[in-house]
Nanobody
Framework: QVQLVDSGGGSVQDGGSLRLSCAASGRTVSASSMAWFRQAPGKEREFVAS????????SYTDSVKGRFTISRDNAKNTVYLQMNGLKPEDTAVYYCSMTNAGARYVYWGQGTQVTVSS
């Protein structure tokens, strides 16, 4: 049974920073790509960032490039999302996700709320 536990969300002012964490258990994290998605009220869930199993390859949606950094610590089975320069449009519930053996994002955390006020 794979379990992902998201944490680190909160409320910050425009321009502030937060660091999200996702702790995984039940599956060897080092064998999986991991990603962060987000869902704002009334909108579909969207991709934010991903990182390969080795950490050597990352990808970001254009709106967060230069502000967010995804990283992972396979020894701790944890992936992080450092978010700097937060904007009100970053307000959403953030979910971490992990791929299965077929490289599809099928495992999800419970989500953590990020609220950025102007």
């Amino acid at each position: 049974q794979v379990q992902l536990v998201d944490s680190g969300g909160g409320s910050v002012q425009d321009g502030g920073s937060l660091r999200l964490s996702c702790a995984a258990s039940g599956r060897t994290v080092s064998a999986s790509s991991m990603a962060w998605f987000r869902q704002a009220p009334g909108k579909e869930r969207e991709f934010v960032a991903s990182i390969s199993w080795s950490g050597g390859s990352t990808s970001y949606t254009d709106s967060v490039k230069g502000r967010f950094t995804i990283s992972r610590d396979n020894a701790k089975n944890t992936v992080y999302l450092q978010m700097n320069g937060l904007k009100p449009e970053d307000t959403a519930v953030y979910y971490c996700s992990m791929t299965n053996a077929g490289a599809r994002y099928v495992y999800w955390g419970q989500g953590t709320q990020v609220t950025v006020s102007s």
